[in-house]
Every structure is written in C-alpha cells, then in structure tokens.
C-alpha cells in the first residue's frame, strides 16, 4: 500500500474512534455544584455590654436557629432570631473581646474584626438621708443608699418605679450618730407608691456586695397609718421608730401601695440593742385604703413581717430564710391576709423561739396599765389568715429554737383557715390566763388546718391545757387535719418544696391539699375562693418576681 494511502486509512480509523468515544459519554453529566459559603460582611454594634444584642448579616445562615453556631472570642453565643442573611444573638456572660464567628450547613465563617466585650454600665449611687421634706419619684437606672432612718413625712410622696433597686446602709454609716441601720419609714399621713412588676420587680437589699451579705445588713421597711390600735395614744412607735401611735381611728386611711417588691438582709439592730430589730416590712395602724401583694421578705435577721394593731389586708407574701417568727400579729390588728408562704432554714432560729404566725395581744392580767383597757374599742387582734403554708424541718424537728407552727398567746383572737404548717416542734400552741373561753366563744377560729410533721401537735399554755386544745381542734366539722411524720408521703408535696436554692411549692396532681378547703366564718369579700388548703394549687403566683439566691445578684448593674 502506498504511504499516502496507508496515512489516510489511519486518520479515517482516529476519527471514527473518537467519534465512538464521544457517543459513549453519558448524555446528562453530574456537575459538581459550587460549594455554600458562609459569610460574615459585618457585626452591628461592633462594641457592646454582655447580655445586650448584637446582628449579624452575612450569606447562607440557616433560618433555623439550632442549626447555626455562634461564638463570641470563643465563647457560644444564645442566638435570639435568624435568617438566611441575619442573625441576632444575646452577648454571653463569659464572653471577652474576639472575632465572631457563625457556622452553619458545614461551614464557618469568621468576622474580620473584633466584637469589643464591655461590661454593663454601673449605676450611679445617691444617698438618702433624714427626712424627705418633699414628694419624689426615684428612678430605676439609680442606685439608691438609705444612711440611717429615711422619713417620709405626713402630705408627702415617694414614688418607685418598677425595677428600681435601694440599698441599706449599716449602722455605721447613721450621719446622726444614733446607731441606726438604714431604714425607710413611710410616716402617719406619708405615702409610697411602689408598684413592681412580675418581670420588674423592685429591691430592698443590703449595701454589701454580692458574696459578702447576711442577715441583719441593714433595718427595714416601715409603714404607718391611721388605723386603730389598741394601745394608748403616747405609746412610742415600736423598735425605735420616732413618734408615738396617738389616737387615729380611720380603719379605712390611706398609706400607699406596694406590689412585686422584694425585701433582703432586713433586721439589724436598732441602736446596737440586739433584742430590738425591725421585721423586713412593718406596719403601724396601717389601714384598709392601703395595698400590698407580692411582697418577699428573705433573710431578714428579725422577722419578716409585723403587724402592729390597724387594718390593713395583703396577699401573696412570701418569707424565706426568717429569722425570728415568719408573721407576727400585735397591738390589735384586725386585717386580713391571704396567700402567704414560709420557707424557713433549719439551721437558721432566733434565741427567743421561732415560729411560723405568731399572734401576740391585749391580756387584762398585763402588768402594762396601758392594757388593761381597750383602746379605740379594740383590745385583741381578731385578724383572718387564709392559705398560708409554713415550712420548717423536712427531717424530724428538733426542740431548740423552733417554736411552733401557729402560737397564739395572751388571749388572743385569730382565725386561721385552709392553712398548712409543716415541719415544727409544736403544730398549735394556744396560751391564755382566762382558760379556754377564746375556744368555747369562738374568738379563735381554725377550719381546715394541717398539722404536719410535728413532735407535739398541739400544745396549751396557761390556763389552758393540752387536752382542751386538741379537743377543740379535732372537733367534728372544723376539718383539721393531723398528718403523722410515718405518713408525709401522702401530701404529695412538690418535690423540689424544701430545697433553698430553688424551692418549688406547687403540690402535685392528686396532693389531698389541692381539694377539701372549707367556708371560713370571717371570710368575707377581700378573699378569694379557692378549693386547696395552704399557700398554692395550680398556680403559681411567686414565679418570676420571687429570688432565693440574692446573695448572687450583682445590683450595681
């Protein structure tokens, strides 16, 4: 074959291969996408406190939230809302100055320029001293420093708004050199308007930092009306308050309001005097006109509330960590509360004997002349206390410097209803020189009460006698219970009821407290009909405003 012939043979077979090749090639070739890449084009503000927000805007973040991560200098981040092209997150408490960085469908970005990581402004502190000769209206983004006992005078007004925090001052720092802790005294005819929020709450608390608080920091809260006492009219304010109770008889007077407040480290010695110690918040002849709900006093090293003599009606109170008696009744009072819990430290007892309600009163055999006659009509309390539970030991008491649950002294009268005291030495103690006649006359009125988890159920004082109170209150129809510490179990207790780091009363489903509550003889229209025994059912009105770590909030913040 010629070599011209031989070239052209090959070439046909070279085009004919190739053309083979090509009509083997799959007709739809798979072509690899190009990969998704995330991108950060910038971070809004580029500087900024932890816990405020920050955005991100960028490309290719998910919209889902839980599929993104971010971090700040190294440090995850809770993000608030997402999409494709924006992310906004919550600065973390740890965080420190750094890159950003978001990752997401496999891969990471990070900001070409640092977040700037500051610390939340610090308030400023202004001091409250002496006696406020006008009407003001304090401001939340203020720290607020009581030095001694702060007045508010008759006509006068000090209005507080939601989340504002005050601060009391030791002892040490009175500038009239009386030795008294910081104290705010709302004055007969003075008025507060402190009204919280559940979210907003506003704060009492000690002047010392987070760490370094304890009890008896600082005094308390005072409040004093128009309502009656039954003491006569030079009779000096107690626990050092200046001035005397005088003769008022308006039940109806007007000190004010109180809502979603929070008391702290209360109950310092007045004047250096130990045995002398205002309650977290007290009342003198306060009246009607007046409202208070939401109140929390914790760690108080007195007690946590005291009523003396007046009207005045609350709800929803609670009492952590007390050290004297959780509620106190004096001078008369003829109130009504509802709604009130106690959670007690039982390592945490005051030398005199504490106790959950205790009702102190007018006794004709006083040694004071100034009882031997009622005054302004009144010569005993006959307040109303409905739904209160009163926690102390979750073991088995011990005698010592716990008390009882409900201790009624100095013929006292009082009606206590649909209430739960748990966990002391002594249920009911009933004390009175004229014998059982406050039993028999109905002057003291328990229905619906539960006895549990005590040594001594019910214990008589006086000319009263053990047996004559058990009789009376296990008498057919009061509905009074006794629940033996072998039979705990069946209340159904929440179980996180006792833990002081973060205790949770809610009964649970099926707790015999939730149902059997009976009709009071002195319920009248300021309760609410419920039909569980002791503080809560199924609502839960201490959530979110309440605190039981205040020695961890940092309030100069």
């Given at each position: 074959m010629k070599p011209?012939?031989?070239?052209?043979?090959?070439l046909s077979l070279f085009i004919g291969l190739a053309g083979l090749i090509v009509s083997c090639k799959d007709p739809n070739p798979v072509v690899n996408p190009t990969p998704t890449t995330v991108t950060i084009s910038s971070i809004d503000p580029t500087s900024a406190p932890v816990g405020s927000t920050i955005a991100i805007t960028g490309t290719n973040f998910s919209s889902d939230p839980a599929s993104n991560t971010i971090t700040i200098g190294g440090v995850p981040a809770t993000i608030v809302s997402a999409s494709s092209t924006r992310l906004v997150v919550t600065v973390p408490t740890s965080a420190t100055t750094g890159p950003v960085s978001v990752s997401a469908g496999g891969q990471t970005a990070q900001s070409q320029t640092s977040l700037t990581v500051t610390l939340p402004s610090v308030k400023p502190v202004v001091t409250l001293q002496g006696t406020i000769f006008s009407s003001r209206t304090l401001s939340r983004d203020t720290v607020y420093l009581l030095r001694g006992i702060v007045y508010v005078p008759q006509t006068y007004t000090l209005t507080i708004p939601a989340g504002t925090v005050i601060r009391g001052a030791s002892a040490d720092a009175d500038p009239s050199g009386a030795n008294m802790p910081g104290a705010l005294v709302i004055e007969r005819g003075g008025f507060i308007n402190a009204r919280g929020t559940a979210s907003q709450p506003i704060?009492?608390?000690?002047?010392?930092?987070?760490g370094q608080r304890a009890t008896g920091d600082w005094g308390g809260v005072v409040l004093i009306g128009r309502s009656p006492v039954n003491r006569v009219g030079t009779t000096a304010n107690p626990r050092g308050i200046r001035g005397t109770v005088e003769t008022y008889g308006e039940p109806a007077s007007n000190s004010g309001a109180m809502q979603y407040v929070r008391i702290e480290y209360a109950g310092a010695p007045m004047a250096g005097n130990t045995a002398v110690r205002l309650a977290g918040l007290s009342f003198i002849g306060v009246g009607t006109g007046t409202t208070i709900d939401h109140?929390?006093?914790?760690?108080?090293?007195?007690?946590?509330?005291?009523w003396f003599g007046g009207t005045v009606n609350a709800k929803n109170l609670m009492a952590f960590r007390t050290t004297d008696d959780d509620w106190t009744v004096d001078w008369g009072y003829t109130g009504n509360v509802q709604f009130a819990a106690a959670l007690r430290d039982p390592s945490v007892f005051d030398a005199s004997?504490?106790?959950g309600l205790e009702v102190e009163n007018y006794e004709t055999a006083d040694t004071d002349v100034s009882l031997?006659?009622?005054?302004?009509?009144?010569?005993?309390?006959?307040?109303v206390f409905a739904n209160i539970s009163s926690f102390?030991?979750?073991?088995?008491?011990?005698?010592?410097?716990?008390?009882?649950?409900?201790f009624v002294r100095r013929n006292s009268a009082i009606s206590v209803y649909n209430s739960l005291f748990y966990g002391y030495p002594?249920?009911?103690?009933?004390?009175?020189?004229?014998?059982?006649s406050s039993l028999t006359s109905g002057t003291v009125d328990l229905r619906g009460v539960v006895l549990a988890n005590t040594l001594s159920p019910v214990v008589g004082g006086g000319a009263v006698t053990s047996d004559q109170v058990s009789q009376y209150v296990q008498t057919v129809g009061r509905n009074n219970q006794i629940v033996p510490s072998n039979n705990l179990a069946a209340l159904l207790l929440n179980g996180s009821n006792?833990?002081?780091?973060?205790?949770?009363?809610l009964p649970q489903s099926g707790s015999p407290l939730l149902s059997d509550a009976v009709s009071g003889n002195r319920l009248n229209s300021f309760f609410t009909v419920v039909t569980y025994r002791g503080a809560f059912g199924t609502d839960n009105w201490a959530t979110n405003w309440t605190n039981y770590n205040p020695q961890a909030v940092d309030y100069d913040r």
């Open positions: 011209t012939n031989c070239r052209l043979l090959l704060v009492f608390t000690s002047a010392k930092t987070a109140i929390q006093v914790s760690n108080s090293g007195g007690d946590a509330y005291s004997g504490s106790n031997v006659t009622p005054i302004n009509g009144q010569a005993q309390n006959v307040p102390a030991y979750n073991t088995t008491p011990t005698t010592g410097n716990a008390r009882a649950g409900l002594e249920g009911v103690h009933i004390e009175s020189t004229t014998g059982p006792f833990t002081l780091t973060s205790p949770a009363f």
